[in-house]
DNA sequence: AAAACGGGGGC
DNA sequence: GCCCCAGTTTT
């Protein structure tokens, strides 16, 4: 297996997961609508993400609604997503600062996102990728564990990780093997008890885990 | 470095 | 009934 370099091996990665999972396409692209649901899938499936998302937009079409709404409705249309107090309020702080100091627009830049609250890193570049097409790459937990089980990296921060991985991973393949590694951790190489014995990456990985 | 926020679903 | 979940902020 350490006969590939980083490069290639990310290359490898991509293919073979590839073959187990679709890569997820996220079909709305607006900025402030992409930006919400990211604050709503922290620490959140996917289905209650989705909920939540549609709930709270069939109710509110804008950003200028939202910033008016009334907490309490965007906590109740959000609940299902959990943190929902505390999503509720970022949601609204965010809503009103986005109007008050960027014309109602989500910036397009790393040190102005990560200023807003509730966006950090893993927040802000999904933004970059999903909303501007930026190449990035939003390491979670999950991309976090399994750039390190696979030994891609060897990090503690995840800060450490996306810096790593932006110096080997190609950019055109840089959202896929991050969509893709999200999928293969919540489904197969778990953070405990991994399915080693379904695993498609059996071939690339030392097993110390 | 650790705690806090949380409803929903898997087992 | 217990444990975890595409994190971020506060202590």
Same mark, same amino acid.
Do not use: W
């Given at each position: 297996?350490?006969? &590939? ?10 293919? +073979?997961? %590839? ?6 396409? $996220?079909? /709305? +692209? ?7 649901? @990211? ?17 709270? $937009? ?14 309490? *409705? ?9 943190? &929902? ?22 910036? #397009? ?22 909303? $501007? ?23 503690? *921060?995840?800060?450490? @990780? ?5 110096? $080997?991973?190609?950019? /055109?393949?840089?959202?896929?093997? %991050? ?28 097993? #110390?885990?």
């Amino acid at each position: 297996m350490s006969d &590939y370099s980083k490069e290639e091996k990310s290359l490898l990665i991509v293919e +073979k997961l %590839n073959e187990v999972f679709d890569v997820r396409v $996220f079909e /709305d +692209k607006d900025p402030y609508r992409v930006l919400v649901r @990211t604050i709503l899938s922290q620490r959140t499936r996917d289905e209650n993400t989705d909920q939540a998302t549609n709930n709270l $937009f069939s109710k509110y079409k804008d950003i200028y609604e939202v910033a008016d709404a009334p907490t309490e *409705d965007v906590e109740e249309l959000i609940r299902c997503s959990g943190f &929902y107090r505390v999503k509720a309020g970022r949601i609204k702080e965010v809503s009103r600062i986005l109007i008050d100091q960027y014309g109602g627009e989500v910036p #397009n830049n790393m040190k102005e996102l990560l200023e807003l609250p509730g966006v950090g890193r893993k927040t802000a570049n999904c933004v970059l990728v999903y909303a $501007f097409e930026e190449p990035a790459i939003p390491v979670d937990t999950h991309v976090h564990r399994i750039s390190n089980r696979l030994g891609l990296v060897n990090t503690k *921060d995840p800060e450490d @990780t996306e810096k790593e991985l932006d110096n $080997f991973v190609p950019e /055109d393949i840089k959202i896929l093997l %991050n969509d893709l590694m999200v999928q293969f951790g919540q489904n197969i190489c778990k953070p405990i008890s991994p399915q080693c014995e379904i695993c498609p990456l059996d071939e690339l990985c030392d097993k #110390n885990i």
